[in-house]
Every structure is written in C-alpha cells, then in structure tokens.
C-alpha cells in the first residue's frame, strides 16, 4: 500500500498507529486521536478498525453523525466486525432510533450467543424500540452470561421495570447493588421499581439518593417530584424539590418543563406557562414551544399560534407540532383549516386516535355529515354487565371482593401527572402483572363481553371497523379511585382501539343525574364555538362500557363523601 506521496506503509505500521491512537483515547486525547485517525485513514482507506476507532473518539467528542458514518464505514469494510457494530447501536440509541438499533444488532444474536457486550447492546436496542419482553428475555441471557456482574443486573432491572414487572425489577436493582454498583441510574431504577409497588415513601428515599449522586440528574429529580406529589399532595412540598435543586444548580429546561407539568396537573396553568417561560428564555426549542402551545392555548389562542408555529417551523414533520397547529386552529374557529392538518395527520398515521378525534372535532364545527359516522352513539356506545367469575356464586360477591382486592393498591393523595383524573389515584402497574387470584379473575369476566362486543360491531370500512381481527390484546388495565368532586377530564386514549369504563363502586351521588356519570362528545381542547357534551351514560356497578379510542369522553364531577372506583383499559386488535 502507498501513501499519498508515493511510499509504502507496512502492516506494522498500520498496526503501531492504530496502537497510538486507541492510547491517545484512553489517555483522553480525542482531538489528537481523531487526527492521528484521518491520517492513518487517507493512507490506508480500507483499514475497518481505523474507522471503527475513529468512531470511539467521534462519539466520546459528542459527534454522533460523524461516528455513525464511521462505524457504517468499518462495517461494510468488516461487516462481521462486532464491535463496530455495538458502537453504531450505541450511537443510534442515542439518537432515539431503536428500531435501526435492533436491525445493526439482530445479525450478531442468536439462541447460542453467551458474549455479554452483544447481548447487552441487543437487549438494550429491543428495549428502545419498544419491544420490552424480548429485552428482558435478551438482558436475562447476559446475566447468566455474567453472574456476577452488577451492570449486567442493573440493565436487566431496567427492563423489567419498562414491563412494569416491578417485583423482579426490586431484585435485580438489590443484586446490582450488592454487587458495588452506586451508579444515580441504578438507584433510579430501584426507586422506580419500588414506586411502582405503591411504596411511595421507600421509592421518595430512593430517588434522593439517585439526585444527591447526581444534582444535575434532571430524570430523577423529576421522578423525586412526582412522587412528593402522589403521597402528599402537596403543592408546597412538591415544588420544594425543584426549588432545592435550583439553588444548588441552577434551572434547566428540562426541569423547568418538568415543574410545569406538575403545574398544570396541580391546575395552575398561568404559573405553569410562566414556568415554561423561564425555559424558553435559557434556550429557545421547539421541545419547549410545544407544551407552551398546549397550556395557554386556554387562555390566549393566538399567543398559543406563535408557539405552535416555532415549533412547526423549526420541524414541520413532527406530527405532535402538526397535531398542536390543528388544535389550535379549532380554538381559533378555523375548523375548515384543521380539517385539513387532520386529515394529513390521519393519512399518515391511520390508527392515531388522537388525529381521528381532532377530524371529527373540525367535522362537527363545520356541520359534516361524515362527524355523526365517526361519533355513531348508538351503534359505538355499548354497555353489558360483566359475567361472573368461576368461584363466585354471583357477581355481586365477586364485585365486593374486586373492591377490596383494588382498595390497598391506591395508597396516593395527589393525581399522577399526565392522566386524565383530577382528585383521585390510579393503580400504577398494569393490572395484567397482578398475581392476586381477584383481580386475575377479572380478565375472566370480562373475555366474552370483549368479544361479544367486537363480533357485534359487523363488518366495515370504517376507521373502527376495518381493524377488526379474530383476536384482542390489551393496551394497558388500570383502576381509578376518585375522591368527592374528583372527575376526569375529557381526552381520548391515542394508542388504543376499543376503551373502557368499568365500574366496582358507586357513590350514591350518580343517582343525581348526571353526577359521577360518563360523558361523551365534548373535546378535551378549547374549541369555538364550545361544543357540549353529546350523551351521558349512567353507570352501574358491574357494568362495561366499549366505545372507540377516539371518541372524546371524560366524567361529571359528584359530591358527597363517598369514593368512585372503576377499571379501565384498552383493547388492540391481536
């Protein structure tokens, strides 16, 4: 091989440089070791490990698209050159792109792989790419690979908290720490798994430990936050945290949109939107304009339309900027002009239930016929009491022992942030991972409404109907308990299908009509005009109610001193 002046450069050479820059690296050199790399690259272009190497020093200098392009490089030079390829996957990872992740890796993985850095790398991939079983059954292999290694335990604990297996998630967080490891990551989710148990006050203590680790750890610091305001309910305390955390370290944005959400759920939405100021005013982003659009939007639409096109403008693909623009062109009256951004939005992404509530919204402005064929009450709207359980004698007994089986697992005062109830508490694992026989028994009584319902529906084009399959899976079950005056707020469930309501225990407010009963057709967004709700259903203990994910429902607050409890869930076609 020759260089560009003509001379000849010898395997030992190539190998002596490749030596001087992978010790120009560890001695944290990466300027020179990047130089010494492009060097040794324009000699000898086909050399897959001098690329390879040139993306370790790109990505430890945060250049993520030049070590992409270099780790691309030395694996179609090499492309059973493993190593290059878990550094593209750590790469994409970092760029939120899991499921390319996946694809770089799956080629290395197989039933028969023991090497801990590929199973890590792979298992990490799945988990980004939303494919959480498959990482926890990968992450398992390489702690058997691995027994005794803490970050081996540490990545499986993170993935079984992802698949809200919270129990295991404990006991792999517990080994890691045996183990040595004290990383603020791993004590973040040791606090999550334990949270999400309902031990509020052990996880509280968890997550301080991940923050006085790390001040600047903006996840935990959060997480710290929430979790203050689910056991307490307390605005004072809540915001306590952040206010501690801002005198050590100083405000960032990140946390500053973390205050605001926690403001918005607490109901202030101009302190709020003044807090998302404050971020805006450290960095302009159009992650922050977002939110900002979303909560004064109540207040003043257009000053909401500024935000909403700063965001566009800055990335007019993202279909959350595109979803805020119609939103805010409905509480400005311009429907005809939603229509138009929602039904882009529903072309490009057929099953979002969100863009399908957003048309229908603009159709009902605009008097379109085709809104009463989306919102059909009478045919969409279906209501069946649920079967009973074998080992009850009547659902009356299994409904009392439902109750009490629900009661312990809701031990928080605040509301979680970014759910739709106000004055109450939601489960916080799934209930599909409940090992009590009750509430197991619950997935029993309800299978044959579920599918008696979906057979009932007939066949159909439209955006409900042509999804249905011969089987169902759920999307998620979790309970609710509301207090005095709690409700839920009108929304839809943007992921889902078919969603629920089902109830346990009824206050006796819901005999006042329509006090604690569900609601249908009025937005969860400002809209002008004002569109009222369009149908009230009284509910009834034991009783399932079905209707389309996009269709906007929401409840009437009641009063009283007694609680409201229910399940709830959604279903996806299998």
């Known amino acids: 091989m020759t260089t560009p002046a003509g001379k000849m450069i010898a395997p030992e050479e190539q190998f002596t440089r490749l030596q001087t820059a992978s010790r120009l690296l560890q001695e944290g050199r990466r300027a020179e070791a990047v130089a010494a790399l492009r060097v040794l690259i324009a000699i000898a272009p086909r050399l897959a490990e001098a690329h390879r190497l040139l993306g370790v020093a790109m990505g430890e200098t945060g250049e993520l698209a030049g070590a992409e392009a270099a780790y691309r490089t030395a694996l179609a030079l090499d492309p059973n050159m493993a190593r290059a390829a878990t550094g593209l ?26 090497n801990l850095s590929l199973l890590t790398s792979y298992g990490l991939a799945l988990q980004a790419a939303g494919r959480g079983p498959e990482a926890v059954e990968v992450l398992t292999r390489a702690t058997k690979a691995a027994p005794n290694s803490a970050v081996a335990d540490h990545n499986l604990a993170g993935a079984l908290v992802e698949v809200q297996n919270f129990v295991e998630g404990e006991a792999a967080a517990r080994r890691a720490r045996a183990r040595g490891l004290d990383a603020p990551e791993l004590w973040l989710v040791w606090a999550q798994a334990v949270t999400g148990q309902g031990r509020l006050t052990e996880g509280e203590a968890l997550y301080a ?15 710290l936050a929430h979790t203050v305001w689910m056991r307490t309910g307390d605005r004072a305390e809540t915001m306590a945290v952040f206010e501690r955390v801002f005198a050590a370290t100083g405000p960032t944005p990140e946390l500053l949109m973390q205050k605001a959400a926690l403001l918005d759920t607490m109901g202030d939405v101009e302190a709020a939107y003044g807090t998302l100021q404050e971020a805006l005013a450290i960095k302009d982003d159009p992650v922050i304009h977002l939110p900002a659009a979303q909560l004064i939007v109540y207040l003043d639409p257009e000053r909401a339309m500024f935000h909403a096109r700063r965001a566009y403008e800055a990335q007019p693909d993202n279909p959350s900027h595109l979803a805020c623009l119609c939103q805010i062109n409905l509480a400005l009256g ?32 605009m008097g379109d016929e085709r809104y009463s064929r989306l919102y059909n009450y009478d045919d969409f709207v279906w209501r069946g009491l649920i079967d009973t359980p074998r080992g009850w004698p009547n659902l009356d007994s299994y409904l009392a022992d439902l109750r009490e089986a629900l009661k312990p697992l809701h031990s928080f005062r605040g ?27 619950f ?51 943007p992921k889902g299908w078919l969603s629920s309501a089902c109830h346990i225990e009824l206050p006796g407010a819901v005999e006042r009509e329509p006090e604690g009963w569900l609601k249908f057709g009025e937005p969860g967004i400002p809209t002008a005009p004002a569109l009222p709700p369009e149908m009230f259903v009284k509910p009834v203990p034991g009783q399932l109610v079905l209707f389309p994910s996009y269709m906007w429902h929401g409840t009437v607050p009641f009063s009283g001193d007694e609680e409201r409890l229910s399940i709830a869930f959604d279903v996806v076609p299998a």
């Open 443 to 493: 997935f029993q009584a309800i299978d044959y409404p579920i599918r008696r319902r979906i057979a009932s529906l007939g066949q159909g084009g439209d955006v409900l109907r042509r999804r249905i399959t011969k089987a169902y899976d759920f999307k998620g079950v979790w309970s609710i308990k509301l207090q005095p005056v709690g409700y839920h707020v009108d929304h839809i469930h």
């Open 209 to 223: 430990e991940a923050v006085k680790r790390r001040p600047t750890f903006d996840k935990a610091v959060a997480e």
């Open 334 to 365: 311009r429907a005809d002009e939603a229509a138009v951004i929602a039904e882009g939005l529903w072309r490009r992404q057929p099953v979002d239930q969100y863009a399908i509530a957003l048309l229908a919204t603009a159709w009902r402005i």
């Open 89 to 114: 996957a750590e790469v994409l990872l970092g760029t939120e792109r899991g499921p390319q992740a996946v694809d770089v890796m799956a080629r290395f993985v197989n039933d028969q792989t023991s």
């Open 415 to 441: 509301h979680p942030a970014g759910q739709s109830l106000r004055h109450g508490s939601q489960t916080q694992q799934d209930l599909t991972r409940s090992t009590n026989p009750v509430i197991r028994a």
